[in-house]
Structures are given as structure tokens and as C-alpha cells.
């Protein structure tokens, strides 16, 4: 077979492989490739050169003998060659971090493999002469035929089981996992060496599937203990918000509790001077005693039921726990702080974990502004707004401005405001909303007021 015939075939399943690489990677990191509208053009060509160059890897290790080097380091070396080039081809496409790339070329790697050999099953030879018109038909057959149905049924599979959602629980873990990491890593050079000690020196046409087979239960029970630990870590977490809001609507209790104490106590009082200025025909006094009063009550007492209220309308239990610190923060700092939510707010296509490092970041830069500037007009104040719609929801930091902003620096780390080693925030804030297409944020300055707003397309 010729080399360029040799080449052409090879690049032909690549493009198979890359699909299904595509596929798969949206399902592990649940989300599209970032910007693919803007950068259309530069990923069909950025996904033609890495086919073609594997392709021609393949072609050049075929012809050079070096997939017939003893124990298989050959194809153990041309293996390692591809996951490395699918980890830069996943980091193109994604701008997720290198490890999580790696991860997923890796699994990747396991989930075609077993998909081959499971194809090459139904052969009666696994040793297939390209040479020979009839053979590579056969191989042609399964490789392009037999084998992407095997693959499109693993990606119905993994969607059913929530292996996507396992994958993404650990690799969020905190914890030491670079046991685990290795264990993966070493999937060509371990599966070969279990595939040695299975057939015991005798070659046995399914023992690469048994061993492709066994590899991947044992990564699936890696990822399902780890996904259970931090999924009962995050229902502790829950919990916590929970006793937190508790304490919350309990304080907030106990405040209306000691002011309608303090109103019933004056009542009396209140109540004995209005009636001497209405008998006295002070009609005017009367009406601005009433309102002096009906203010401060609506002020003490309203505000705590508003603040209940605005909370009990946000059903995502990280959102409200992340609030209800910031709350908390701003109470002791003696900054006024004013929720508003216009529907109840459920869940958003943003990822939970980036949501929260964009709200707390717009929180932070509005508390980091108007921290000690008690005293001053406009009053030190923040207000936090989310508005859910059908097709969008909107969240809105706002803030007094007191200093000088230049537009043109803010993104920029390590540009601030408020002096040294400050100023990381909105840079880490602006390179999280770079991996997603259906985000938008505007920046603003109104009336005296810093205007940050997060817009997410439902």
C-alpha cells in the first residue's frame, strides 16, 4: 500500500476519532467550545493540521516498523503522541486547564480503545495485512464502520450513567488526587502489561477488550467514590447554608421581635402627643408625625421582611450561601446592603462554581469601594439585583463611586484602586467569562454610581 493511500486512510478515521473526541468532551466538561462563533475558521483549521499531523505520525511510525517494536513501545509511544496532541487540541478549544485536558484525552484514549476492541472482536485474526486488497477492507470496515457505532452507543452509555458528572465532582476535589492522576496517565503502558499477564504468553483474540474492559471499571469506580465524597461534601455544604439561613431568618426574627417591643412600648407615648397636636388643630404636625413615623418603622422593620423575602427567591443553594456571607460581611462593616430578586431564580447555564467566583469578585470590588466611607454622600451602599427571564438572567452589582476609574486599565491584573498587590479580581473575572459563548458583561458608571452587570442567554 502506497504511502500517501496509507496516509489518506489514516486521516479518514482520525476524522472519525476527532468527532468523536468533540462529542465526548462536551459531555465530560459540560459545555461547547468557547467563542466557536468568533473563532469558526481557526478551529476547522486548527482540527485539520492536528488530523493531518497524526495522520502522518500513524503513516511514518507504519512505514518506519516502529508499531512492530517488542512489547508494543512502538504503539505505546505513538499513544502517548496523540493523548499529548488531543490535551493542546482540547485546550484550544476549550481554555480549560492543562490537567483537566490531559484527563480527558486520557479517558478518551480508554474509550476508543475499548471501542476498537470491541470492533476487532468479530474478526478471526487480529492481525490485519494492509497489503491485501480483501483485509483492508475488512479493516476499513471495522474501523470506520463498526467501530464509530460502538462509539456513538459508549456516548449514549456515559450520558445515562452521568459519567460527565462524576468526571467534573473529581476534578474539583481539593484533595490529593495525584495517585489517581498517575493511575490514569499510565493507561498505555499498564493496559499493556495487564494485556501480557492475561494471555500468559498466549495470544488470545478478546484479551484486549477484557483489559480495556477491566481499565475502565477501575477509573469508573475512581471517579464514582470521588464524585460520591464531594457529592456528600456538597450536601454537607448545603446544609450549612441551610443552618446559616436559618440563623439568618432567626436574627432577622428576633430584630422585628425587639422593634415591634420598642414600637408597642411607645405606642402610648406616640400616640398621647399626636392626640394633643390634632386636638390643638396641628393637622400638618400630625401628618408629619405620622410620617416620621410610618419611616422609621417601614425602615427597621420593612427592610428586614424585604430581605427575607428577596432571599427565599433564590432556590440555588450555593448562590444564596455566597449572599449570605457577603451579607453578613457588609452588616459588620456598616454597609447598607440591598438584595433584590424579581423572580424566583432556580439555576442558569453558567457553571455553579464560576458563578459564584464572578458574583463574589463584583461583590468584593463594590464592598473593597465603599469600605470606611461611613459618613459620606452618597452613603456607603451596595445593591446586589437578579432578574430572571425567560431568555436571560441579569445579575447587577451596583455602588457609590468614590475614586477614579480608568476604563481602559480595570481588566488588567493587578490594576486597582485601592492600592498594591490588589487588583487580581477583575482580570480572573473577565478569563472565566472568556470560556463561554452566552455570557456578557457590561461595566459601567451612572449618576455616580459603579454599574457592574453579568447577562447570561438561557
Given at each position: 500500500?502506497?504511502?500517501?493511500?496509507?496516509?489518506?486512510?489514516?486521516?479518514?478515521?482520525?476524522?472519525?476519532?476527532?468527532?468523536?473526541?468533540?462529542?465526548?468532551?462536551?459531555?465530560?466538561?459540560?459545555?461547547?467550545?468557547?467563542?466557536?462563533?468568533?473563532?469558526?475558521?481557526?478551529?476547522?483549521?486548527?482540527?485539520?493540521?492536528?488530523?493531518?499531523?497524526?495522520?502522518?505520525?500513524?503513516?511514518?511510525?507504519?512505514?518506519?516498523?516502529?508499531?512492530?517494536?517488542?512489547?508494543?513501545?512502538?504503539?505505546?509511544?505513538?499513544?502517548?503522541?496523540?493523548?499529548?496532541?488531543?490535551?493542546?487540541?482540547?485546550?484550544?478549544?476549550?481554555?480549560?486547564?492543562?490537567?483537566?485536558?490531559?484527563?480527558?484525552?486520557?479517558?478518551?484514549?480508554?474509550?476508543?480503545?475499548?471501542?476498537?476492541?470491541?470492533?476487532?472482536?468479530?474478526?478471526?485474526?487480529?492481525?490485519?495485512?494492509?497489503?491485501?486488497?480483501?483485509?483492508?477492507?475488512?479493516?476499513?470496515?471495522?474501523?470506520?464502520?463498526?467501530?464509530?457505532?460502538?462509539?456513538?452507543?459508549?456516548?449514549?452509555?456515559?450520558?445515562?450513567?452521568?459519567?460527565?458528572?462524576?468526571?467534573?465532582?473529581?476534578?474539583?476535589?481539593?484533595?490529593?488526587?495525584?495517585?489517581?492522576?498517575?493511575?490514569?496517565?499510565?493507561?498505555?503502558?499498564?493496559?499493556?502489561?495487564?494485556?501480557?499477564?492475561?494471555?500468559?504468553?498466549?495470544?488470545?483474540?478478546?484479551?484486549?477488550a477484557v483489559v480495556s474492559l477491566l481499565y475502565l471499571l477501575i477509573v469508573f469506580i475512581i471517579f464514582g467514590y470521588a464524585g460520591r465524597q464531594e457529592m456528600q461534601k456538597k450536601q454537607i455544604q448545603t446544609q450549612q447554608i441551610s443552618m446559616q439561613q436559618q440563623n439568618a431568618y432567626i436574627e432577622s426574627l428576633e430584630k422585628l421581635q425587639n422593634e415591634m417591643r420598642r414600637f408597642r412600648h411607645d405606642y402610648k407615648n406616640m400616640m398621647s402627643g399626636m392626640y394633643l397636636q390634632a386636638k390643638e388643630g396641628n393637622m400638618e404636625a400630625v401628618q408629619n408625625f405620622i410620617q416620621d413615623m410610618t419611616s422609621d418603622f417601614d425602615y427597621q422593620v420593612g427592610e428586614q421582611i424585604r430581605r427575607l423575602t428577596q432571599l427565599g427567591n433564590i432556590h440555588m443553594p450555593e448562590v444564596k450561601g455566597l449572599l449570605l456571607g457577603k451579607m453578613e460581611k457588609m452588616r459588620q462593616e456598616q454597609i447598607s446592603c440591598e438584595l433584590e430578586v424579581l423572580r424566583p431564580f432556580e439555576r442558569t447555564r453558567l457553571r455553579t462554581t464560576d458563578l459564584c467566583r464572578c458574583l463574589g469578585i463584583l461583590i468584593d470590588n463594590a464592598i473593597d469601594e465603599v469600605q470606611g466611607k461611613k459618613g459620606k454622600k452618597p452613603k456607603p451602599q451596595v445593591h446586589i439585583m437578579i432578574s430572571r427571564q425567560e431568555e436571560c438572567t441579569t445579575f447587577q452589582v451596583r455602588n457609590p463611586l468614590y475614586s477614579n476609574v480608568d476604563f481602559h486599565k480595570i481588566w488588567q491584573q493587578g490594576y486597582s484602586t485601592r492600592g498594591a498587590d490588589r487588583g487580581i479580581g477583575l482580570a480572573s473575572y473577565k478569563n472565566i467569562l472568556q470560556h463561554y459563548e452566552n455570557v456578557f458583561s457590561l461595566t459601567t458608571v451612572r449618576d455616580g454610581y459603579f454599574i457592574q452587570e453579568l447577562k447570561i442567554q438561557e
Amino acid at each position: 500500500m502506497s504511502f500517501w493511500g496509507l496516509f489518506c486512510g489514516n486521516a479518514f478515521g482520525l476524522t472519525i476519532s476527532v468527532l468523536f473526541m468533540f462529542w465526548i468532551s462536551m459531555l465530560l466538561l459540560e459545555r461547547k467550545p468557547y467563542q466557536i462563533k468568533e473563532r469558526k475558521v481557526k478551529i476547522i483549521a486548527f482540527t485539520l493540521l492536528f488530523i493531518c499531523v497524526w495522520a502522518l505520525a500513524g503513516t511514518v511510525f507504519y512505514e518506519a516498523g516502529i508499531f512492530r517494536w517488542r512489547y508494543n513501545a512502538g504503539q505505546i509511544l505513538f499513544t502517548y503522541m496523540g493523548m499529548t496532541g488531543a490535551m493542546f487540541y482540547l485546550y484550544f478549544l476549550y481554555r480549560e486547564n492543562l490537567l483537566a485536558c490531559w484527563i480527558s484525552a486520557v479517558f478518551l484514549e480508554m474509550l476508543e480503545s475499548f471501542a476498537v476492541h470491541i470492533g476487532v472482536l468479530f474478526s478471526p485474526d487480529m492481525v490485519f495485512h494492509l497489503d491485501i486488497l480483501g483485509e483492508r477492507l475488512i479493516y476499513y470496515f471495522f474501523l470506520y464502520v463498526l467501530t464509530p457505532l460502538i462509539e456513538v452507543i459508549w456516548v449514549l452509555l456515559l450520558y445515562k450513567t452521568g459519567v460527565g458528572k462524576m468526571f467534573r465532582l473529581w476534578m474539583e476535589r481539593k484533595e490529593s488526587k495525584k495517585l489517581s492522576i498517575i493511575f490514569i496517565s499510565l493507561y498505555p503502558i499498564l493496559s499493556e502489561i495487564l494485556y501480557f499477564m492475561v494471555q500468559m504468553g498466549e495470544r488470545v483474540g478478546n484479551d484486549n477488550a477484557v483489559v480495556s474492559l477491566l481499565y475502565l471499571l477501575i477509573v469508573f469506580i475512581i471517579f464514582g467514590y470521588a464524585g460520591r465524597q464531594e457529592m456528600q461534601k456538597k450536601q454537607i455544604q448545603t446544609q450549612q447554608i441551610s443552618m446559616q439561613q436559618q440563623n439568618a431568618y432567626i436574627e432577622s426574627l428576633e430584630k422585628l421581635q425587639n422593634e415591634m417591643r420598642r414600637f408597642r412600648h411607645d405606642y402610648k407615648n406616640m400616640m398621647s402627643g399626636m392626640y394633643l397636636q390634632a386636638k390643638e388643630g396641628n393637622m400638618e404636625a400630625v401628618q408629619n408625625f405620622i410620617q416620621d413615623m410610618t419611616s422609621d418603622f417601614d425602615y427597621q422593620v420593612g427592610e428586614q421582611i424585604r430581605r427575607l423575602t428577596q432571599l427565599g427567591n433564590i432556590h440555588m443553594p450555593e448562590v444564596k450561601g455566597l449572599l449570605l456571607g457577603k451579607m453578613e460581611k457588609m452588616r459588620q462593616e456598616q454597609i447598607s446592603c440591598e438584595l433584590e430578586v424579581l423572580r424566583p431564580f432556580e439555576r442558569t447555564r453558567l457553571r455553579t462554581t464560576d458563578l459564584c467566583r464572578c458574583l463574589g469578585i463584583l461583590i468584593d470590588n463594590a464592598i473593597d469601594e465603599v469600605q470606611g466611607k461611613k459618613g459620606k454622600k452618597p452613603k456607603p451602599q451596595v445593591h446586589i439585583m437578579i432578574s430572571r427571564q425567560e431568555e436571560c438572567t441579569t445579575f447587577q452589582v451596583r455602588n457609590p463611586l468614590y475614586s477614579n476609574v480608568d476604563f481602559h486599565k480595570i481588566w488588567q491584573q493587578g490594576y486597582s484602586t485601592r492600592g498594591a498587590d490588589r487588583g487580581i479580581g477583575l482580570a480572573s473575572y473577565k478569563n472565566i467569562l472568556q470560556h463561554y459563548e452566552n455570557v456578557f458583561s457590561l461595566t459601567t458608571v451612572r449618576d455616580g454610581y459603579f454599574i457592574q452587570e453579568l447577562k447570561i442567554q438561557e
